[in-house]
């Protein structure tokens, strides 16, 4: 990843500073203090040559499609969430302020857009609870569950509540209670219930991000919603999406060993970036983490290796590194980011697949195909 000068950027740009600016302040360009001068900012220069390249005419159609599926320009219309100057919007309310109060159960009344509070309860668990079950729960469901196809909006509600449920019975304690009371439960960890709340709230939906777009291709298809679930469940469980927070254990062990700095200086020597830092929709930092970190005691080695990686990359800690460290701070299982973000997405990937379903387009992109050519005899 390399990063260029406000000079530079300017000169590449052919733009004034206050553009520069606009369009760093609206998430297009990523930004990040110059190590060699605070006061100054250094500029990804990735994101200074896509909008240098638009400046210069229309691109190739097959140019601009390319683009589109790596962090470049949004390839479809949606009115469930989004990420504008530097805040998550949830249907245009504030997903940090969200937080503060509510359940995931309310969070999904607001993304379905469903009058109604959807009922999560179940009064079933899975014999060993985990995300392995929570693949067989979906997997079965899919295979029974009725096709999205014709049927009516509040009928797929009604599906939607009782897939969450389901999902529920396979990673948290039965009851009727909320869903963080009854995974707090669970763990034995009553004191995390509020953390735990508040994680579930900021991770329901963000955008069209890998397992969100995986999900809606499925429910493009007319599958039932279990099914999009089930995609969504696959993409999320990836180490750059829903086990991510997995790779701050070696950073973590390592700063426990030789301190922050040294074991962060070690891994930037070899060529990486550094894990569980920086969001390239947020200028600022994440503000899910921000939200998050604010609910419970931060561990000090994650307290170090927040400032000391800051300091170093001029990247903030994102939502990844505030899973871990409020695993670390509450002592939950290992697994447990990754329990949490499958079942706190659930109910974004719903929201995507019911949009999906009333939009009635199979989503369907062609390929560039770069193999050898037919054999010419």
């Avoid at 470049?72 to 989004?82: F, M, Q, Y």
């Avoid at 599958?223 to 701050?248: F, K, R």
């Avoid at 329990?339 to 390929?367: C, D, K, T, Y």
Wanted: glycine content about 8%; overall charge neutral; charged content about 25%.
């Amino acid at each position: 990843m390399s990063w260029m000068t406000a000079e530079d950027a300017l000169a590449r740009l052919g733009t004034k500073p206050q553009t520069l600016y606009a369009n760093v302040s609206r998430g297009r360009i990523a930004a990040r203090p110059d190590p060699g001068d605070p006061r100054k900012s250094l500029y990804r220069e990735e994101d200074v040559d896509r909008l240098a390249s638009r400046k210069q005419g229309r691109r190739p159609a097959r140019a601009v499609a390319a683009e589109t599926i790596a962090w470049g320009e949004p390839v479809l219309d949606t009115a469930i969430s989004t990420i504008l100057d530097d805040r998550l919007l949830y249907r245009g309310e504030d997903a940090v302020k969200l937080a503060e109060t509510a359940t995931l159960g309310a969070a999904a009344q607001l993304l379905w857009a469903s009058d109604l509070r959807p009922d999560f309860a179940n009064r079933a668990q899975a014999r060993q609870p985990g995300i392995a079950a929570a693949y067989r729960a979906m997997a079965e469901l899919a295979a029974t569950e009725m096709p999205t196809s014709g049927r009516h909006r509040t009928v797929l509600i009604e599906d939607a509540a009782r897939v969450v449920s389901y999902l529920g019975g396979a990673l948290a304690a039965p009851g009727t209670d909320p869903m963080h009371e009854r995974l707090a439960r669970r763990w034995q960890r009553q004191d995390a219930a509020d953390p735990i709340r508040r994680a579930l709230v900021l991770l329901a939906e963000h955008e069209l991000n890998a397992s969100t777009f995986a999900a809606r291709v499925t429910a493009s298809t007319g599958a039932p919603l279990a099914a999009a679930v089930l995609s969504g469940l696959a993409a999320l469980s990836g180490p750059l999406h829903g086990n991510a927070s997995q790779s701050m254990r070696a950073l973590v062990d390592q700063a426990q060993r030789q301190g922050s700095e040294l074991a962060i200086a070690a891994h930037l020597r070899q060529g990486g970036a550094l894990p569980c830092f920086g969001h390239r929709l947020y200028a600022e930092g994440d503000v899910r983490a921000r939200g998050l970190m604010a609910s419970f005691t931060v561990p000090p080695i994650f307290v170090e290796l927040a400032a000391t990686g800051e300091r170093l990359t001029g990247e903030k800690p994102n939502i990844d590194f505030a899973l871990a460290a409020m695993t670390a701070a509450f002592d939950l299982p290992e697994d447990a980011p990754l329990q949490i973000f499958a079942l706190a997405r659930s109910v974004g990937w719903i929201a995507h697949a019911l949009e999906q379903v009333e939009a009635g387009a199979l989503i369907r992109p062609r390929a560039r195909y770069t193999g050898p050519g037919p054999e010419i005899s």
